[in-house]
């Protein structure tokens, strides 16, 4: 079995006709990344909380001569419009890129999983259900029944341990079955004849289809017929019949109806139960409102009637429908009751704990802090150390006034070991953490103990996952906001978010503050940073119109961290900082030399001298350096690091220790890094994204203009 | 067609309470949510329909939110919405 992997984006667009389109859907947090990234070589964010991908994303890969599209979709446990995510879900699923969907189940919560099934199954698309995480389910002596599986919903059913790679090519095997050889409507029946030929074609129905009534030489049989699951579908009587009525008199249009590819039935369901965007089709065309208003009546009788509302009526219907299934198909082995993981137990009765659950949160984020801060700094002094020896050495050999030798030794050599020893030393260690923390299950913890507080600033515990995100990369956190389902928490959030000091902010305040100054400043600055958080918070929360809704989330079990996972996770951040921010400091560092020897650098100190010197009392040059650091907030530590060394004195030469404590509270707030602007501004708009950023930017002035004046007042007493 | 029928009344002593009132670790059965439909429809795709059996597990302190066992996992609630919902205990627990 041979299969190539390829990434370029270009490559997918450009095949988007003759390929296999799959999406993969479900719920959130049972492994459809996982899936993705074994297929497609690309790393989506892995974690054990629900809502970590948070927009669709393609990848691509041959398998067995045909070319698969395959896109992973965010988890939503639903197809109404209680989130963007849902109707998004619904739309793209319908449309004409996707040929086949593979539905993702959790095997351990079969029951929520197959709710989603059964909103899918309402699409009438191709569809392969894979049960995911059977390796927990057999460890919990549970056994499924999978040809009783699939001969309730008639579609295949596949047995599939993700983390491991066990099953994920045979859903793929499975889609070719289903897309190639019964299902002509599909975007790869464009290029057909080719791929008859194809040797990956005949070795596939050797193997697989023997027992098929295929005739080698035609390419598509039959039209893959959506299975009759009429049975399975069948409702209490009352709901069905209007239901059924509904779904003929919607048929009678189908003229009108047909080009939102919606089928029928699925369109019945939704106007009962009030679907906006269903209910605004209808609304548009005059000739349907009559059947709008039918809708309505319908539903007013079946509320009447059951004392309840419609979607507690439909839910109950598929759930009682699921309870009868789950009888039939799972069996939990007796003789061996399931053994409680002992230790799991524990940690989620402490990390919830009313008391001990703050003082571990607590701790930990200590220990974060106290572990990037001492592998840091023991990492960084080494390199340091080195790196002088190295540059005595070629100062012996070459001489120190060489030109040659300050711009490309100091600066670009120079600019390489500081990012290295200033910069990536912290990088790495948090990165690494906040991916344990992701991947243990520890986040959503936080979340429940943190929800009250988080009302007081306009949202609730959600909000807190983003942020801690945020603290490894802010441009993360913001995108990550898309999981809070109103607009007015998604706007506080992202504001909150992209004040957190993120882990470029985290070295700048380390590698100057802790290093020069001392742990206890550094405490100092976080300190003062949480203040702005919770003040802006407040500030939001009054001045926006409306009220912070509920929490509502699932919390899952504890997971052993998969190291693998981690690691690679950790690797593919810290490649990202590698290969963007080390040759841009290179290059900075070079031409920085370049510019301190021809002072070119004076013109725009000058101008930004009113408020650097007068009003932060920093010295002039740092003014270009704040504005490198809008770009990587990291490039104003590393850019002072060195000219320091070019210069040839440390960083207390050139910096007071009030200095260096307020231009490090400068960076830390003063505005988001470009690139958060530009999330900012694709979640909500440009115009929110700039008056972040100015407000930021005020605060910053603010904070540290007082602090030096009352430093400076002080010290002339 | 609904398993158990919403009636306040059903079994004579035990009593209506709100999820909040109840106990940690209590048994318990949905009666009825009185939210807005948003958060209704949601808490119904999630299985917290009347009838379904649910459990709480803990609430956080400071009037925090709701942990719930709900279909063999863990649902949490904030605290508001969770007010809102009204249970039934299985076996005696008139606290
Ligand atoms: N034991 C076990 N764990 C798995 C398996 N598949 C996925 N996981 C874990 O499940 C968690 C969620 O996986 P993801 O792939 O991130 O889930 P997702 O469906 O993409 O979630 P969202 O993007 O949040 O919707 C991770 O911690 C995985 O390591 C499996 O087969 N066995
Ligand atoms: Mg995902």
Redesign the pocket.
């Known amino acids: 079995m041979s299969f190539e992997i390829s990434k370029e984006k270009n490559e997918i667009k450009e095949n988007e006709k003759s390929a296999i389109n799959i999406a993969?859907a479900?719920?959130?947090?049972?492994?459809?990344?996982?899936?993705?990234?074994q297929l497609t070589g690309l790393s989506?964010?892995?974690?054990?909380?629900?809502?970590?991908?948070?927009e669709k994303k393609t990848g691509s890969l041959d398998f067995l001569g045909y070319k698969f599209r395959i896109v992973?979709?965010?988890?939503?446990y639903s197809l109404s419009t209680y989130t963007l995510e849902e109707i998004v879900s619904r739309q793209y699923i319908i449309s004409d890129e996707v040929d086949l969907i593979i539905n993702?189940i959790?095997a351990t919560n079969l029951e929520r999983n197959l709710f989603f099934t059964f909103q899918l199954l309402d699409l009438k698309v191709p569809m392969i259900l894979a049960i995911?995480?059977?390796?927990?389910l057999r460890k919990r002596h549970i056994n499924l029944n999978f040809e009783k599986l699939e001969e309730i919903f008639k579609l295949p059913v596949l047995p599939?341990?993700?983390?491991?790679g066990?099953g994920v090519h045979e859903l793929l095997e499975e889609a070719i079955e289903m897309v190639v050889y019964k299902f002509p409507h599909s975007h790869y029946n464009g290029t057909e004849p080719e791929n008859c030929s194809h040797h990956g074609h005949d070795y596939y129905r050797e193997v697989h289809l023997s027992d098929q009534n295929n005739t080698p030489n035609e390419c598509s049989r039959e039209k893959f017929e959506f299975p009759d699951l009429n049975e399975l579908f069948e409702y209490g009587k009352e709901i069905e019949y209007k239901i059924k009525r509904l779904q003929s008199e919607i048929e009678k249009h189908n003229k009108q109806i047909s080009k939102f590819k919606y089928p029928s039935r699925f369109l019945a369901i939704k106007l009962l139960e009030e679907d906006s965007e269903i209910i605004e089709i209808f609304g548009k065309n005059p000739d349907l409102g009559y059947i709008l208003k039918n809708a309505e009546k319908y539903r007013n009788e079946l509320e009447n009637m059951h004392g309840e509302d419609i979607h507690t009526i439909i839910s109950s219907e598929i759930y009682n429908k699921i309870n009868k299934i789950i009888d039939e198909v799972q069996e939990i082995q007796p003789e061996k009751e399931r053994k409680h993981d002992r230790l799991t137990d524990k940690l989620e009765h402490i990390t919830t704990h009313s008391f001990f659950g703050y003082i571990i949160l607590i701790l930990v984020i200590l220990g974060v802090y106290y572990f990037t801060f001492n592998f840091g700094d023991f990492f960084g002094g080494l390199i340091d150390g080195g790196f002088s020896k190295l540059s005595e050495y070629v100062y012996n050999t070459f001489g120190e006034e060489n030109i040659f030798i300050s711009v490309l030794w100091d600066g670009g050599v120079g600019g390489f070991f500081g990012a290295i020893s200033g910069v990536l030393v912290y990088v790495v260690p948090f990165f690494l953490i906040i991916e344990i923390l992701?991947?243990s299950?520890y986040l959503p913890r936080v979340a429940f103990l943190m929800d009250r507080a988080m009302h007081a600033i306009g949202v609730h515990g959600k909000s807190i996952i983003t942020m801690i995100l945020g603290f490894g990369c802010n441009v993360a956190g913001c995108a990550g906001c898309r999981i809070m389902e109103t607009e007015r928490e998604k706007r506080i959030s992202i504001a909150l978010t992209s004040l957190i000091p993120c882990a470029a902010v985290l070295t700048v305040v380390m590698g100057l503050v802790g290093r020069y100054l001392g742990i206890g400043w550094v405490l100092l600055l976080f300190i003062i940073n949480f203040a702005v958080i919770l003040l802006v918070g407040r500030i939001l929360n009054k001045s926006m119109p409306g009220s912070c809704t509920e929490l509502i989330m699932e919390m899952?079990e504890y997971?052993r961290p998969?190291f693998s996972?981690i690691l690679k996770q950790t690797w593919v951040r810290s490649k990202e900082f590698i290969f963007k921010a080390l040759p841009l400091l290179v290059i900075l560092g070079i031409s920085l030399e370049i510019i301190l020897i021809f002072r070119l650098l004076d013109p725009i100190n000058i101008i930004l001298s009113p408020i650097t010197v007068v009003w932060l009392g920093l010295p002039a040059v740092t003014g270009v350096f704040l504005i490198y650091g809008i770009l990587r907030k990291e490039l104003t530590l590393a850019l002072l690091l060195i000219l320091a060394d070019s210069i040839g004195i440390t960083l207390l030469g050139l910096l007071s220790p009030i200095q260096i404590f307020v231009f490090s509270l400068v960076t830390m707030l003063y505005v988001p890094c470009f690139a958060t602007i530009v999330v900012i501004a694709k979640q909500t708009d440009w115009k929110y994204a700039l008056q972040i950023t100015l407000l930021e930017i005020t605060i910053a002035l603010l904070i540290g203009g007082s602090i030096y004046w009352i430093y400076t007042i002080f010290m002339a007493i | 067609m609904r398993r158990v029928k919403g009636t306040p009344t059903h079994q004579g002593i035990s009593l209506i309470k709100c999820l909040t009132e109840c106990n940690d670790g209590q048994e318990l059965t949905v009666v009825n949510v009185n939210s807005g439909r948003g958060a209704k429809m949601r808490l119904a795709n999630l299985g917290i329909i009347p009838g379904s059996k649910i459990i709480k597990k803990q609430s956080a302190p400071f009037r925090g939110p709701v942990e719930l066992n709900v279909k063999g996992t863990s649902i949490v609630i904030g605290r508001g919405l969770a007010a809102k919902i009204n249970v039934r205990c299985n076996n005696d627990c008139q606290t």
């Open positions: 993969l479900g719920n959130p947090n049972v492994g459809k990344s996982v899936i993705f990234n989506q964010t892995i974690g054990n909380w629900p809502g970590k991908t948070v992973d979709l965010p988890g939503i993702v959790d995911n995480q059977m390796d927990i599939v341990v993700a983390v491991h066990k992701q991947d299950g899952h997971r998969n996972v």
